[in-house]
């Protein structure tokens, strides 16, 4: 199994430029997880789907962030404008049953 | 509400053991435990269910005191692999996302 995929690996953008973020989940996973992780906020939870439905999308910071699950092998997360402090690394992570997290690689955005 | 991880950073030398701690405030369904090593994606090692049996690895173990909303994470005869941040995820009452604390920074010397 190849396990998350997640693309791109680094971004680099100016701010107010559109990001989008992609993430193949594990085949047969039922839950996918889009996290974020600074050195001041440690890893955050930003929004989580069971089923491709959003559960939970509380941990999104604002109407700038928006994320979608159009099926069970795709999701993406997309910041539109992007701003400096939304630089960080996004891990996307996918589960069978809510129980054992595998993560994808990362991407490491930066915004300037 | 965040979980909170103690110590923040310990240095051992191999052969030695550690433990780290993971309080809540919250009622907890599950306690998860993660280990991240620098510029890689965290790597699950262990989760405790209440009122659930015990996974995980060998040679790291775990407890989890469901009255007083604690976990502690056990590793022995550390090895210099063990190295890494270590993180605990807690998922609260009905809830299965996780919160995760700041991470404990294990370093093991040779």
């Known amino acids: 199994d190849a396990g998350v995929i997640q693309s791109p690996r680094h971004e680099v953008t100016e701010m107010g430029q559109e990001v989008t973020l992609r993430c193949k989940p594990i085949s047969g996973h039922n839950s996918l997880f889009w996290y974020r992780q600074t050195m001041m906020r440690g890893l955050e939870l930003l929004i989580y789907f069971n089923n491709n439905v959003p559960i939970d999308d509380s941990g999104m910071p604002e109407d700038r962030f928006s994320a979608k699950m159009p099926n069970a092998s795709f999701s993406t997360l997309k910041i539109q404008p992007s701003e400096p402090r939304d630089s960080a690394v996004y891990f996307c992570a996918s589960s069978p049953d809510y129980n054992e997290q595998f993560f994808g690689p990362g991407t490491r955005l930066t915004v300037l | 509400q965040q979980p909170v991880q103690s110590p923040q950073a310990v240095i051992l030398r191999e052969g030695e053991d550690a433990v780290i701690n993971c309080s809540s405030s919250?009622?907890?369904?599950?306690v998860h435990w993660y280990r991240q090593k620098h510029g890689e994606a965290p790597v699950f090692l262990m989760i405790?269910?209440?009122?659930?049996e015990q996974k995980g690895h060998e040679k790291i173990s775990a407890s989890f005191n469901e009255k007083k909303q604690q976990s502690s994470l056990y590793l022995t005869a550390s090895q210099l692999s063990y190295s890494g941040t270590y993180f605990c995820g807690t998922a609260a009452g009905s809830a299965r996302q996780l919160t995760f604390g700041s991470g404990t920074q294990l370093t093991v010397l040779p």
């Open positions: 919250k009622a907890l369904y599950s």
């Open positions: 405790l269910l209440k009122g659930g």
